[in-house]
């Protein structure tokens, strides 16, 4: 009868077994005694003819194989364990190609975003597509990432896509299929730091050592851009240029050293113009983050076999890393726009 109180307070958490929800569709149908013609009831919306797998399942399969690495054959034994589904190789492989063109058409909306932004970050990494070195390009906006797969390491990529667009500012390495797309280009301090610290580990301290000071003064200012005043920024940049005026003035010391400070003197301009401009970022950091993913699934699967795998893939990291640069679920958002309607008035998945 003494009052209680609760004293140890914990949980336990368990998943209850999973199992595929099947649904069976009965199609009736007869002879119209009237006009004589042969007749089939419609099926309800969503329950068409076509592959058995739903979307669920669909946007399972496509979520699981690209975003994680997961190869057919052991995709086809994490369902069969898991979740009881019994699912081939070959039906993966038919929903990945299904999965192509709502793909696609998502990732055209994200490229008119991408086109119509004033900055972009963009960045390459190699790619195997039917036994040949291929390349992915990313190109970074504030609110949509844009990924393609071409056989060309070359400007005309990025000209063919852009077209007569001109972002007003680029930020990349300084690779030469990068230049000139921008009206201003900002170059990566986080490249131009590595390269500083290899010229210092060759023995120049005259030039590299103090240049990569100067380039950390600048990105820890550049972290503090938006609790300072425009002409605190006016009067940052005015001083790193001065600095910077003091230390190409110096001989360096060995080869990697000249080497540097030679590309330093033709692009000192395109150091520092994310200093007055708080939505330009020092570093290309945010475009390799994005690549990242797609080296690990280069690593695991070796590439692809066919074009329109290689498609498929750069719309999907697309459309994932756009709803990662949102904030929005990876899942949800795959299985939206693999179960949304299509401009042709068709569903974009079937079953």
Same mark, same amino acid.
């Given at each position: *009868?003494?009052? !209680?109180?609760?004293?140890?307070?914990?949980?336990?958490?368990? /998943?209850?077994?999973?199992?595929?929800?099947?649904?069976?569709?009965?199609?009736?149908?007869?002879?119209?005694?009237?006009?004589?013609?042969?007749?089939?009831?419609?099926?309800? #919306?969503?329950?068409? !003819?076509?592959?058995?797998?739903?979307?669920?399942?669909?946007?399972?399969?496509? +979520?699981?194989?690209?975003?994680?690495?997961?190869?057919?054959?052991?995709?086809?034994?994490?369902?069969?364990? /898991?979740? @009881?589904?019994?699912?081939? $190789?070959?039906?993966?492989?038919?929903?990945?190609?299904?999965?192509?063109?709502?793909?696609?058409? %998502?990732?055209?909306?994200? *490229?008119?975003?991408?086109?119509?932004?004033?900055?972009?970050?963009? =960045?390459?990494?190699?790619?195997?597509?039917?036994?040949? &070195?291929?390349?992915?390009?990313?190109?970074?906006?504030?609110?949509?990432?844009?990924?393609?797969?071409?056989?060309?390491?070359?400007?005309?990529?990025?000209?063919?896509?852009?077209?007569?667009?001109? #972002? $007003?500012?680029?930020?990349?390495?300084?690779?030469?299929?990068?230049?000139?797309?921008?009206?201003?280009? !900002?170059?990566? /301090?986080?490249?131009?730091?590595?390269?500083?610290? +290899?010229?210092?580990? =060759?023995?120049?301290?005259?030039? @590299?050592?103090?240049?990569?000071?100067? /380039?950390?003064?600048?990105?820890?200012?550049?972290?503090?851009?938006?609790?300072?005043?425009?002409?605190?920024?006016? !009067?940052?940049?005015?001083?790193?240029?001065?600095?910077?005026?003091?230390?190409? %003035?110096?001989? #360096?010391?060995?080869?990697?050293?000249?080497?540097?400070?030679?590309?330093?003197? %033709?692009?000192?301009?395109?150091?520092?113009?994310?200093?007055?401009?708080? =939505?330009?970022?020092?570093? &290309? &950091?945010?475009? $390799?983050?994005?690549?990242?993913?797609?080296?690990?699934?280069?690593?695991?699967? &070796?590439?692809?076999?066919?074009?329109?795998?290689?498609?498929?893939?750069?719309?999907?990291?697309?459309?994932? @890393?756009?709803?990662?640069?949102?904030?929005? @679920?990876? +899942?949800?958002?795959?299985?939206?726009?693999?179960?949304?309607?299509?401009?042709?008035?068709?569903? %974009?998945?079937?079953?």
């Amino acid at each position: *009868e003494a009052s !209680q109180t609760p004293q140890p307070v914990y949980e336990r958490i368990e /998943l209850p077994p999973v199992k595929p929800d099947v649904t069976q569709v009965r199609l009736f149908g007869g002879r119209c005694p009237c006009c004589g013609e042969r007749v089939t009831a419609e099926a309800p #919306p969503g329950l068409g !003819q076509g592959s058995p797998f739903g979307q669920s399942i669909v946007a399972m399969v496509v +979520y699981l194989h690209y975003a994680h690495a997961i190869s057919m054959e052991r995709l086809v034994t994490l369902l069969d364990e /898991l979740f @009881s589904l019994s699912i081939s $190789e070959g039906a993966i492989s038919n929903i990945l190609a299904r999965a192509r063109e709502p793909l696609l058409d %998502a990732t055209a909306a994200i *490229e008119k975003v991408v086109l119509a932004s004033p900055v972009i970050c963009s =960045d390459e990494t190699s790619v195997r597509v039917k036994g040949r &070195n291929w390349w992915e390009w990313v190109f970074v906006a504030t609110i949509a990432v844009l990924h393609v797969i071409k056989p060309s390491r070359g400007k005309a990529v990025v000209t063919a896509l852009f077209g007569e667009t001109r #972002p $007003e500012v680029w930020v990349s390495d300084m690779l030469a299929s990068q230049r000139g797309h921008g009206v201003e280009w !900002q170059v990566c /301090l986080a490249h131009l730091l590595r390269d500083a610290k +290899y010229a210092i580990e =060759d023995g120049d301290t005259a030039f @590299s050592a103090p240049f990569r000071l100067l /380039l950390l003064r600048a990105v820890a200012i550049g972290r503090r851009r938006e609790t300072l005043k425009d002409t605190t920024l006016r !009067q940052y940049l005015y001083d790193l240029e001065r600095r910077l005026d003091r230390i190409v %003035a110096a001989v #360096p010391i060995g080869t990697a050293g000249h080497k540097l400070r030679k590309r330093i003197l %033709a692009n000192r301009t395109h150091l520092f113009v994310f200093m007055t401009r708080r =939505d330009v970022p020092a570093t &290309n &950091n945010v475009s $390799e983050r994005h690549l990242r993913p797609s080296v690990i699934f280069r690593k695991v699967t &070796n590439g692809f076999r066919c074009q329109w795998g290689a498609e498929t893939y750069a719309a999907f990291r697309s459309v994932v @890393s756009t709803a990662k640069a949102n904030r929005a @679920s990876v +899942y949800n958002t795959i299985r939206f726009v693999l179960s949304a309607e299509r401009p042709d008035g068709t569903m %974009a998945t079937v079953g």
